[in-house]
C-alpha cells in the first residue's frame, strides 16, 4: 500500500503546506482523492479572552513540518503517508471581526470532510472552533453518538465570557446544550489553576460531565487516569472526538498559547496520551487548539509540538488501517 500522493520536495522548500502534503482546493478534487484523513486550518482568535494570535496558529503549524517525504513513526513502526491517504485542504473561510460566520464556515469544511469518511485534523484557532467542529462531526455520525476527549488546563464551560455566548471559554457547554455530545461522555484531562468558579462545576456535575485534573493524574498515575478517561467517554458512543488544548501542557512546553498555565503536562506525557486515545478509540475527529505563534520562542516550539499532535494521530491512525487491511 503505498500513497501516490507523498511529498515531493524537503519541508523547506515551496509553500508550506501540513508536511508538504498536497494542497486540495475544492471539495470536488478532495472527493476525487479518497481521502483517509484532512489537514484544514481554523485561523480565528475572536474567541479570545486574554493574549489573541491564535488565527495564525494554522500557519506556524504547518511551518513546523520539518520532516522529509519518508517518515516513520519509531514507536508504532509505521509510516503514516504510505499507509494513508492525507491532504491539506487549506483553511476555513473566515471572516475577521464576524465569530459567528467563521464558526459556520469551519463547520461546513469540518462537514464534508466528514462526509467523505474521512478524519479532520482541524489546526486552530481558539478553542471556540471545538463548537462548529464537534458540531459537524455529530451532524454527520448522530448527536449523541460521539464522545469527547479534551485536553486542556481550563474547562471551558462557563455560560458565558464577560456576556458573550461563544467565545474560547464557552464551547464544551454549548456543545453539550446542543445536544451533539451528551454531558456524560465529555472527559476532561489535565484540568488545574483558578478557574473555573465552583458554580460552573456544579453545572458540568448535572451534565454528568466527568472531569480529571492534574492533582488526580499526580495521585493516579497518567496511565490509570488516561484508561478511566476513555472508558468514561466510549459509554455508549463507539467513536471519540479529541480536541487538545496545548495549554494542557506546561509553559514551559508551549508558551505560545493565550492563557498559559503553570504545573501542566510535558510533551512527551502529551504525544503519549494522544497515541494512546487514538490507538484505544475509534477516533472521527481531532482539534489542535489555542497555539498563538507571537508568544513563540524562536524555536517555535509551541508550533513544533502541535505539529507532533497531529503526527502522533496520523501515526495511530495508520496502525489501524493496517490492521484493518490484515484482518
Ligand atoms: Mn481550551
Ligand atoms: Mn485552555
Partial sequence: MVHDRMPTEPAFAGIPTFLKLPYVQTLEALQAETPDAVVLGAPIDMGTTNRPGARFGPRAIRAASNLGRSIRHLGLEVEPLRVLRVFDYGDASVLPQDLQRSHEAVRAKVEEVVRLGAVPLVLGGDHSITLPS?????????????????????????????????????????????????????????LRGYWPPADVFDWMGEQGMRWHTMYEIDERGFDAVLDTAIAEALEGPSAVYLSVDVDVLDPAYAPATGTPEPGGLTARELLRAVRKVALATH??????????????????ITAEVAHRVVLEVLSALAVKKLARSEA
Avoid: C, K
Wanted: zero cysteines; charged letters at 15%; a negative charge.
Fill in 134 to 190: 464537534a458540531q459537524a462531526v455529530a451532524a454527520v455520525l448522530g448527536q449523541g453518538n460521539v464522545g469527547v476527549v479534551h485536553f486542556d488546563a481550563h474547562a471551558d464551560t462557563a455560560s458565558d465570557d464577560w456576556g458573550s455566548p461563544i467565545s474560547h471559554g464557552t464551547p464544551m457547554r454549548r456543545l453539550i446544550e446542543s445536544g451533539a455530545v451528551r454531558g456524560s461522555n465529555f472527559v476532561q484531562v489535565g
Fill in 283 to 300: 477516533l472521527v475527529g481531532l482539534d489542535i487548539v489555542e497555539v498563538a505563534p507571537p508568544y513563540d520562542g524562536p524555536g517555535a
